[in-house]
């Protein structure tokens, strides 16, 4: 019988405590929040990503920096494992330059203080002066700290 990873096995077990911790810990203060701003969790999410793409353009790694969480990691589509610190590092100094994002089919589940993202981005830029573009499909995983949306984990894979 083939099973199936659970979709919490890249998290590590550390990772799976805090997130079933978040999951229970959740408020009554977070429901009333969305309700008094007129838009539900799953929107903040979205505008949190369409946030990104605007910082990612024009490289306001300051702006990125306070949506992505200090213990983020990243797979990218070649495998390799970045840090928050790898990603601000590449765009400060302009190894990493974005001239287009595009995002699409993006849908979200909210689990408590954790959301989980997915959706197919189209970016183009260079990366250490190679051009790239194309499409991805991605899954970003959110924690919701203070009031706002942070990124704590990212995995993407090439898309067709």
């Given at each position: ?8 096995h ?8 805090m ?6 810990a959740?408020?009554?203060d ?40 200090d ?25 990493l ?64």
């Amino acid at each position: 019988m083939l099973r199936t990873p659970s979709p919490w096995h890249c998290l590590g077990p550390t990772g799976v405590t805090m997130a079933l911790v978040l999951l229970t810990a959740q408020g009554p203060d977070l429901a009333a929040q969305e309700r008094a701003s007129g838009s539900t969790p799953e929107d903040s999410v979205r505008a949190v990503e369409s946030s990104r793409a605007r910082a990612l353009l024009q490289a306001d790694t300051a702006a990125l920096a306070r949506m992505v969480a200090d213990e983020f990691i990243e797979i990218s589509r070649l495998g390799q494992l970045r840090t928050k610190a790898d990603n601000i590092r590449d765009i400060a100094s302009g190894a990493l330059k974005l001239t287009s994002v595009k995002y699409d089919s993006l849908a979200v589940r909210i689990y408590g203080d954790v959301a989980v993202l997915r959706g197919i981005a189209d970016n183009a830029g260079t990366f250490r002066g190679i051009p790239f573009s194309g499409k991805i499909r991605y899954t970003r995983v959110f924690v919701r700290r203070d009031g706002r949306w942070q990124a704590v984990a990212m995995q993407q894979t090439a898309a067709q």
